[in-house]
Structures are given as C-alpha cells and as structure tokens.
C-alpha cells in the first residue's frame, strides 16, 4: 500500500478518539476501504463537502466536518467585517447530521464565532430564509440532498441566503487546507458553548415567518377541491409542507405512513431522490388507493420536489423540466409585469427560451446549479428590480419563487404546483395534458438525465480524462444526428465539430466543465462532471415533429450517449 496512506492512517489511529481507533483498527480487514479513505482529503468543492460517512479524511466524520468549519472560521475571520457575527447552522434526517452539527457549531464557538442552530431537523431552504432574516455572514446545512443513506455533506451558504459562490468556494477550500483535523481545530465543548451563550438555539418563531412568506405568495386558487398524497421520503419535508399546504387550503391531503417519520436508513426507498420513479412507489400506490389528483414527493432536505398527476385512470411522472415550464407559463400568465425575469441553467429545457418569449419575459441562462439563480436574483435586488423576479428551476426538479429564499425550495414549489393542480382540474384538464399542450405551442422535446459513476480512488482522473478526450475527439453523430457545433463552456467557445476553430465571444457566463453538442434538427446533448460526487452527468434534449417521436428519438440518444460516457472511460 501507498507510503503516503500508511502513514496518514497511522496517525489517525494515534489522535483519533479512544473508539474510533477501536474502528480504525478494524479497518485492517479491508484494505480497499482503508486506501479509498485515506487516499486523499475530502474536497470542499462548489457543493461543500460530500461524501461516504466513516473514518479517514476521504470520509465525512467529526473530524472532516471540524477541519471545514475551523477553515470557514478562518476565511470569515480573516474579513474584519465578520468579527463577532454569527453563523446558522441546519441538519437533515441523516445518520449523524444532528452530531456533525453540533460538532460545527462547538467549532464555531471556539472561534468566538457566535453558532444559531435548529434545535430539530429543518429543510435546506428554511436555513437558506434563516441567514437572510436573522443577518447571519454565513450558514451551514448537514445534508447529502438526495444521495443513498452511506453519505452525508456539508454545505455553506453567503450572507445573502445563497450557497457560496465558486470564489467563495476556492477560498474556503484554501483555508481548509491550511488545519491540521487535529492539532489546529478549536472548539468548545457544545453544552459549555450553549450554557455561555456562544451556541443559541433558533426559535420556532422562524419557521412560522418562513411558512408565513411562503403562504403569502399563493394565488388564492381554491384548493379545496384537490386531492393530494404526499410523501418526504424519511426526510425533513413532513411537517413544514404539511403546514404550508393545509394554510393554502389544502384539505384533502394524506402522506405516505411508512415514509412520514424521518429516518436516515431510508428503510423502504435506498435512494431517496425523487427523481427517480422508484422513489415515489409508495406515494403513488396511495394515490390509487385514494383517488388523489396529486402526488408529491421531496428530498431528504426538501429543496426538490417530484411529481406524479393523475392522468385517465393511471399516474403520469412529470420530468423536472416539465414541472418548471407549466410553472413558467402559469406565473407568466398569473404576473403579467413587464419587466419579469425567468431564470434557468443551461442543462434545463430550450424550450424556456420560446416559452419566455412567447410571454414578454427575459430568460436568463446560468451555469449548472442553483447558486447561479439565486446570484441572479441579488443582482436584480442591486437594481432595485427584486419584484421583477419570476421564477427559477433547474432540470434536477428545483424550483423558486418568491425572494424570501435564495435557493430551491420544495415547499413553494408544493404550494404552486397544487394550484396549477387545482386550476387545470377546474378547466376539466390535469398537468399531463398542459404539459402536451405547451409542447404543440412551442415544440416537442423529449429530455433525460444520464449518470454515469465513476467509483474508486481514481475516479477522478478518469472524469478529467474523459472529458478531455470529448474535446478534442467530439462525436461526429449521434443516434444517427450529426454533430454541428460544439460548445465548450471551459474555453468559452462554439465550434463546428468538422474542422473545429472556435468562434470569439459566443457565450460570457464564467468558465465552466460543460460541453454541449448541438446536432441536425435541433436536439441537444450536454456532458458535465458532478461538482458533488464521483459522476458525469450527461443532459439529452430530443426535438422532434410530434411527442411519440420526440420520446423515441430521446431514447436513441439516451443510449448512445451512455454507450459514449462508458466508451471514453
């Protein structure tokens, strides 16, 4: 085994608490485990830390998470401004994210940095509201979203309630870097921190300001008439949605009994992420048993919502692109300000350009993931625009309104997706027919996610390379559509595939890891590798003349875009 390894896990076992040697110890019997952990740090990437929990730097443990809170500690105490000022701090429902918070919170306090947390789990977006309404200079949340029970993450959001931006990131991560998990970490112990007052527990107060806003923001359709199953998936959604829905007038409304309760082992769904039909088996058996117009599913940490309408007898799976169209054209219609501001990211639906245009409504495009909407949404408040904002969502089933939250919020988007519900089944319509009637407006498009892991400790590297060898050999086809033009989002470029010489000024967002392919008649297919986890993601945009078509086409590509991603590994 690697010298470096051996001698990293030599020194954990000496200065790791009394037990946790015990566990190191038995570490021993698996050495592929044992390199795979000590292999490397942790990386505190755009998303934070994620990762597999256990022992090891490579791994999120109380040591891992104090080493990133003392170097957050450091880089706000490195701004005078941040001197005194005080940190939120917010957990899910998984396994030891109640102890990693308590652990950053002592690590805070240690720091002279005064700690506000949960006194019980809350959704990320609740965190996201807390920083903004109670001017904290930064927040943290424990979660891994959607990710199977093994991992957990650590995430940081600014002063504006957004999660940190890349600079912010990089800076963060070069203070990391600088502490020893073990000799440079200072931290109080956390009931010393709380009787002293350097740790606080946030009042429930807060979350009634929270559901308040968002409750503020419906359009008083009457939900009476609508009937809906919901389920948080063992995660932090069951009582914040249950209370913003049944104060919008919700009373039909009944959650899945199996999945109410929050529990990090996700006993009947290993991969809570509702994205995913299997995540919404329970939810939609229910459904049937009941009738309901609705289901609803979110995330562990309830900033994403799937969604399943009852269609002609059987439940019909909108995709997260489909919910934030219906969601755009109705808050379109609904708003009719001029001035509005949509935004989405550039793996999210084409079909949002015309669908905008259509309304009067400028669409802006930013690089993958919600922070970017969230920056956004600041600078039209640097403008005094704040109103005009619309809306945002992103591909991945999040979505906002409203600007009380900077970041995707499952439960506005509950709220809004139940009164788009409520106003179709008044017309004698459902969401699965205006989804088709937005597509015969403005074009059928199939769309579909496509990950590919990348597991082991030279995982990584096998990322880079693939992403390397796209560039500069791109495919000349695709489900038999020629490749045009590639964009490559790193080098802020778009080229002919054939003879490629970049073209100057085509795109002005920040450099980014994406290469999207734009093929003969239209469809699109976008390559990026995950900034949370050992993945490449790739983002299939089929265009076709009618829907059947559209979805078969998607299917063609879908397959050979996986063929591609495993080929080039």
């Not at 009582?239 to 309760?261: H, K, Y």
């Amino acid at each position: 085994m690697d010298e470096r390894i051996v001698s990293t896990y030599d020194r954990w076992l000496r200065l790791a608490e009394v037990a946790d040697s015990r566990a190191l110890e038995g570490l021993k019997a698996e050495p592929g485990e044992l390199a795979d952990a000590f292999a490397r740090d942790l990386s505190f990437g755009t998303g934070g830390l994620r990762g597999l929990m256990g022992l090891g730097p490579n791994r999120l443990n109380v040591y891992t998470v104090g080493r990133a809170t003392q170097g957050l500690a450091n880089w706000l105490l490195a701004d005078c401004s941040a001197v005194g000022t005080s940190v939120a701090i917010a957990y899910d429902s998984r396994n030891h994210s109640a102890e990693f918070a308590r652990r950053a919170a002592s690590v805070l306090a240690g720091n002279g940095i005064h700690a506000l947390v949960f006194p019980h789990l809350e959704p990320t977006p609740v965190l996201s509201y807390a920083v903004r309404r109670l001017g904290c200079a930064a927040g943290i949340v424990l979660t891994a979203s959607h990710n199977p029970k093994e991992y957990n993450g650590y995430k940081v959001y600014g002063p504006d309630g957004c999660q940190a931006t890349t600079e912010a990131c990089r800076s963060i991560q070069g203070a990391i870097l600088k502490v020893d998990p073990f000799d440079d970490v200072r931290a109080l112990p956390f009931e010393t921190a709380l009787d002293a007052g350097a740790v606080s527990w946030i009042d429930d107060e807060l979350l009634d300001g929270y559901v308040n806003a968002t409750v503020s923001f419906r359009a008083r359709q009457d939900l009476s008439n609508l009937s809906v199953v919901y389920t948080p998936l063992n995660g932090t959604g069951a009582e914040p949605v249950a209370r913003v829905l049944r104060e919008a007038g919700v009373t039909d409304f009944a959650v899945v009994p199996e999945q109410a309760e929050a529990n990090g082992d996700f006993p009947t769904c290993p991969k809570p992420n509702p994205e995913e039909r299997a995540a919404l088996e329970l939810a939609v058996a229910l459904g049937e048993r009941r009738g309901a117009d609705l289901v609803l599913a979110t995330d562990p940490d309830a900033d994403r919502v799937g969604v399943a309408v009852l269609h002609e007898g059987s439940y019909e799976l909108l995709t997260g692109n489909e919910v934030g169209l219906l969601l755009l054209d109705w808050l379109a219609r609904r708003s009719r300000r001029s001035g509005s501001v949509a935004m989405t990211t550039i793996v999210s639906a084409p079909m949002a350009d015309d669908l905008a245009r259509a309304h009067g409504i400028e669409l802006r495009r930013t690089l993958t993931g919600f922070k970017f909407i969230g920056e956004q949404i600041g600078l039209l408040e640097g403008e005094g625009r704040e109103d005009d904002f619309l809306m945002g969502f992103e591909e991945s089933y999040g979505y906002l309104a409203g600007t009380h939250v900077r970041d995707k919020d499952a439960m506005i988007s509950c709220l809004l997706i139940c009164e788009l519900a409520a106003e179709a089944k008044e017309r004698g319509s459902d969401l699965y027919v205006d989804m088709r009637r937005l597509y015969d407006d403005y074009g059928h498009w199939g769309n579909e996610q496509v990950s590919i892991r990348y597991a082991g400790a030279d995982g990584p590297e096998r990322m880079a390379a693939l992403m390397a060898g796209l560039r500069t050999q791109p495919p000349a086809s695709l489900a038999g559509l020629g490749v045009e033009r590639m964009i490559d989002y790193l080098a802020g470029a778009e080229m002919p595939v054939v003879n490629p010489r970049p073209d100057e000024g085509v795109q002005t967002l920040p450099a980014s890891n994406v290469l999207e392919f734009r093929l003969t008649g239209g469809s699109r297919v976008l390559v990026r590798p995950s900034g949370t986890e050992p993945k490449v993601k790739g983002y299939v945009f089929a265009k076709a003349s009618t829907q059947d078509a559209a979805e078969r086409l998607q299917t063609r590509l879908v397959s050979d875009l996986r063929t591609l991603l495993n080929g080039n590994e």
